[in-house]
């Protein structure tokens, strides 16, 4: 009986037989596109991201002693990102994973540009300190700096350089 789920094997299928098919090829006309192989890889790796084999992989090996820095390694991942993956119940996974899932639809992926004064970094790059020593002058009252929070929640550092 294979461990992983009827999904799973599937795709795994479909990418080996792309690959057979990729291998055996005498000429392009019979040969697997580009796209088409780029698409069963992407499947494949999809597939195995949602496969349950690895959460019960992760169980099996904490019921067994196993640390959560020994999982991370065998998953290629830190222990935290190990832990925030496979932690818990399923219910407790699940609730992590649709709150991930929903700041992502929600938040656009870039800092916007249009914030007043600079970011910590470009007031340390202007004044040629590090960013440890803008916040120093900010508490020391030096620098005058605020916090700009968007509709979204998302939070930024400004710093208003005396010229500015």
Do not use: C, N
Not at 29 to 38: G, K, N, V
Not at 65 to 80: K, P, Q, V
Not at 129 to 142: D, E, F, M
């Amino acid at each position: 009986m294979s461990f992983l789920s009827a999904e799973t094997a599937r795709a795994l299928a479909e990418l080996v037989g792309l690959d057979a098919l990729h291998g055996d090829a005498a000429d392009d006309e019979t040969d697997a596109s580009p796209l088409e192989r780029l698409r069963g890889i992407r499947s494949l790796v999809a597939a195995l991201e949602a496969d349950p084999a690895s959460l019960s992989a992760v169980r099996e090996a904490l019921d067994a002693g196993r640390t959560w820095d020994e999982i991370a390694d065998a998953a290629g991942l830190s222990a935290s990102a190990a832990k925030y993956r496979w932690a818990g119940d399923d219910a407790e996974i699940e609730a992590r994973h649709e709150a991930s899932r929903k700041r992502k639809r929600e938040r656009p992926s870039s800092v916007p540009t249009e914030l007043p004064g600079r970011s910590v970094s470009e007031a340390a790059a202007k004044l040629g300190v590090t960013p440890q020593a803008i916040y120093q002058r900010v508490t020391r009252g030096l620098l005058r700096a605020e916090t700009v929070e968007l509709a979204d929640g998302r939070k930024y550092k400004r710093v208003f350089l005396p010229e500015e």
